[in-house]
């Protein structure tokens, strides 16, 4: 079966300092992962996706996210938060089986303190 | 170029009620799937329609039903509505048989069951 785990249901950083977004996979078979961002009242953007090419993906707004297949995580990261980071952030698993199966983590909750 | 457009912005229902929601999809999708997205938690898959059929359908009662139009518009319906029932409606497009792609998603429709 597959699965997606967030490991944080809320994180909160100073603006300026790094952000770590923590998200652990299940999957039989080779998976597609994205990370979503939703602002309040807001549907989900994309930020970034790995499909099995280079393992460190960069994305917008200085994302970069890291496929670890040892570990089953594909961890968000930012060097420097800011205010206008403050969301919710979404990992997700796309498996290929008869259709794809798309699999939505729980979310993570960013607080960004000025 | 449109992206995926969701009408209405927001509805209020009493509980028995019908309830009809719209989405135009990305230009140039073909696909458009519906998610249910209660607060606080994230979206649950609920159908994906192609070709005008219901392709795949996530554990929801057939009190939610589905349409896709020759255009690959979608009409999300939903009888007898519940209080539990209240939630962000979001649709998502994407290209049916390619390849690790990322769904694209409107900005959703808010219901509220009184």
């Known amino acids: 079966a597959q699965s997606v785990t967030q490991l944080d249901s809320h994180v909160s950083v100073s603006e300026g300092t790094p952000v770590l977004l923590r998200c652990n996979y299940s999957?039989?078979?080779?998976?597609?992962l994205f990370w979503y961002v939703q602002h309040p009242n807001k549907g989900l953007q994309l930020l970034l996706k790995y499909t099995s090419a280079a393992t460190l993906v960069k994305g917008i707004n200085g994302f970069e996210a890291e496929f670890k297949k040892s570990e089953t995580s594909f961890h968000l990261t930012k060097p420097s938060a800011h205010m206008s980071d403050a969301a919710e952030y979404f990992c997700v698993v796309t498996v290929k089986t008869s259709y794809d199966k798309v699999i939505f983590g729980p979310g993570t909750s960013l607080s960004v303190i000025p | 170029d449109a992206g995926v457009t969701q009408s209405p912005t927001h509805l209020i229902k009493t509980r028995g009620q019908q309830v009809t929601l719209r989405c135009s999809p990305k230009?140039?999708?073909?696909?458009v799937s519906w998610y249910q997205q209660a607060l606080g938690q994230g979206p649950q898959f609920i159908f994906q329609y192609y070709e005008e059929e219901e392709r795949q359908r996530g554990n929801f009662p057939d009190r939610f039903s589905g349409h896709q139009f020759p255009n690959y518009s979608s009409e999300l319906n939903v009888n007898a509505l519940l209080l539990g029932d209240s939630a962000l409606y979001l649709c998502?497009?994407?290209?049916?048989?390619?390849?690790?792609?990322?769904?694209?998603f409107g900005d959703g429709t808010r219901l509220s069951i009184l």
């Open positions: 998502a497009s994407s290209n049916w048989g390619v390849p690790n792609q990322p769904q694209h």
């Open positions: 230009s140039g999708h073909d696909t």
């Open positions: 999957s039989s078979y080779s998976p597609s």
